[in-house]
């Protein structure tokens, strides 16, 4: 059965910092290609960043220059560290894993809430 976990998120001020988790179980992950989504308050899902089973990372441009997406392939976990936190960053956030032909996987989400 596969699973995902989230965690790390939390209440923070603005311009601060948190780091999300996500730990896989189930899933032969190096081979799996992680993301992360958000959805925040009435918005549609967006995609935020995506770890190849290479290493290879994209962003979204909204993200970019603040947020880093890394995969620790010992431990079965991506992570998601977000710097420079904004407002508009408020939003679930939902860990993905992707291997074509084999299945496309969701996390229930961690919530982040960014406010003074």
């Known amino acids: 059965q596969v699973q995902l976990v989230e965690s790390g998120g939390g209440l923070v001020q603005p311009g601060g910092s948190l780091r999300l988790s996500c730990a896989a179980s189930g899933v032969t992950f190096p081979l799996y290609a992680m993301g992360w989504y958000r959805q925040g308050p009435g918005k549609s899902r967006e995609w935020v960043a995506t770890?190849?089973?290479?290493?290879?990372?994209i962003y979204a441009d909204s993200v970019k220059g603040r947020f880093t997406i890394s995969r620790d392939n010992t431990k079965n976990t991506v992570y998601l560290q977000m710097n420079g936190l904004k407002p508009e960053d408020t939003a679930v956030y939902l860990c993905?894993?992707?291997?074509?032909?084999?299945?496309?996987?969701w996390g229930q989400g961690t919530q982040v809430t960014v406010s003074s």
């Open positions: 993905t894993a992707v291997r074509t032909g084999f299945g496309n996987y």
């Open positions: 770890t190849t089973s290479g290493g290879s990372t």
